[in-house]
């Protein structure tokens, strides 16, 4: 619970009876701690008394020697029965400099990171009052390229996968002109990276594994209209299996998507690649369900599935 108050004076209200330990952690000041033991009554007044304390300095740069700006830097220290946790933060500056005041003289652990994955993490012990930091950071190995013609949305989704697992789905922003930057992937893999590029096709790139720091250029990522794949969902005796999840698989890429069907036990998937290898899979409860193989698609279009009613 946070305390509220200006002037030095802070409240906290609502409290049951019972001991609390209260922790204050002022910018430029020491965290102190001090327990309160709380009853029915007269508030209970504690005074907490705070010092200076001492900076924790440093410089962080890449291998060159170039300043890095804009970098989250934080200090922690967990805490004990005789001295306080501590947590100060701050963020590098144009000329790659950060100070964090108000800290006790005691080892804690120096964190430096970006939000933005455009360089690796900095992780190590620090003495506040010592020496200045010197910390070299290097950069995250990433991919830029242009899609053509530029989609009309400015931020698409995008998905790694890295051999047979999913690494992850996040958002990706384009510029005017469609061109894009994706820092903070992993290096020695081979990896795929899937588009998914409002209506058109999925577009996907394989990437051949990556070397600390490469900053690798993938051209052109043409961008096509695809065609839709659509059917109908039945059971063994023609009635419609209506509200039910169909997942569309793409084998070769590891990619899934997913619609349900109607009340007529109808599905569509809109700007399907037909190169793709593909399976359907109807789902009659959370983990069964009937699969169907596509080889054949699209020369001969799905219209309807025989699904089996769960017994």
């Keep these: 619970r946070q305390l509220h108050g200006r002037g030095g004076e ?31 009554g007269p508030p209970v007044e504690v005074e907490l008394r705070v010092e200076r304390g001492v900076a924790l300095e440093g410089t962080v740069r890449d291998p060159a020697g170039n300043p890095v700006a804009g970098l989250d830097v934080q200090f922690t220290i967990s ?28 080892p804690g652990t120096l964190n430096v990171s970006d939000w933005a994955e455009r360089w ?32 009309e949305a400015r931020r698409i989704a995008y998905t790694v996968v ?7 789905r996040w958002d990706l922003d384009l510029d005017a002109e469609g061109r894009f930057l994706l820092p903070g992937l992993e290096e020695g893999l081979d990896l795929s990276l899937v588009f998914e590029v409002p209506g058109a096709c999925l577009v996907r790139r394989a990437i051949a594994p990556l070397v600390p720091g490469e900053q690798r250029d993938l051209g052109t990522l043409v961008v096509a ?3 839709a794949l659509r059917g109908r969902a039945v059971d063994e005796h023609g009635e419609p299996w209506a509200l039910t999840r169909v997942q569309l698989t793409y084998e070769d890429w590891g990619i899934d998507q997913y619609v349900l069907t109607d009340g007529m036990g109808r599905f569509a998937f809109e700007n399907v690649d037909p190169s793709a290898q593909l399976a359907l899979t109807v789902w009659s409860s959370e983990n069964a369900g009937e699969y169907f193989d596509l080889d054949d698609w699209p020369a001969k279009p799905v219209h309807e599935l025989v699904v089996e009613r769960p017994r």
């Design 10 to 40: 802070g409240a906290a209200t609502g409290l049951e009876p019972g001991t609390y330990s209260v922790l204050v952690q002022p910018g430029e000041w020491t965290a102190v701690r001090a327990r309160a033991v709380v009853e029915r």
């Design 79 to 106: 805490g004990d029965a005789q001295s306080p946790p501590q947590l100060k933060a701050a963020v590098t500056l144009r000329d790659g400099r950060f100070v964090l005041k108000g800290l006790l003289p005691l």
């Design 120 to 151: 690796d993490s900095w992780t190590g012990d620090a003495l506040p009052g010592s020496p200045s930091l010197s910390i070299v950071v290097r950069r995250t190995p990433s991919v830029s390229g242009r899609f053509e013609p530029p989609p």
């Design 162 to 168: 890295a051999g047979d697992w999913i690494t992850g």
């Design 225 to 227: 209209e695809g065609l």
